[in-house]
Nanobody, 128 residues
Framework: QVQLVESGGGLVQPGGSLTLSCAVSGITLDYYVIGWFRQAPGKGREGVAC????????YYVDSVKGRFTTSRDHGKNTVYLQMNSLKPEDTAVYFC?????????????????????WGQGTQVTVSS
């Protein structure tokens, strides 16, 4: 059974930083694509970033490029989303999800429908 558990959310002031973690069990991350998504109140779920475990593909939505970085610790089977220079518009519930190798993450897009397993989400609030 695949499980994803996000942590690291919280309240931060504009311009601050947070690192989200996504601990994965039931699969070996090396062979899977990991995506990060967020959902603000009253809005749909938006793809934020993704990275392939096998091919050198990483994608970031334009609104977070240069501020967010995704990485993975294979030994811990954990994925991270480092978020810097946070803005109030980054406020949302953040989710991690997995997709099979070759799916979900492309040079210019992230496809939410191709992700199979999802975490429960962690709240990020950017406010002064």
């Amino acid at each position: 059974q695949v499980q994803l558990v996000e942590s690291g959310g919280g309240l931060v002031q504009p311009g601050g930083s947070l690192t989200l973690s996504c601990a994965v069990s039931g699969i070996t991350l090396d062979y899977y694509v990991i995506g990060w998504f967020r959902q603000a109140p009253g809005k749909g779920r938006e793809g934020v970033a993704c990275a392939s475990g096998t091919a050198p593909i990483t994608y970031y939505v334009d609104s977070v490029k240069g501020r967010f970085t995704t990485s993975r610790d294979h030994g811990k089977n954990t994925v991270y989303l480092q978020m810097n220079s946070l803005k109030p518009e980054d406020t949302a519930v953040y989710f991690c999800a997995t997709a099979d190798a070759g799916y979900g993450c492309y040079d210019h897009s992230i496809r939410r429908s191709e992700y199979d397993n999802w975490g429960q989400g962690t709240q990020v609030t950017v406010s002064s």
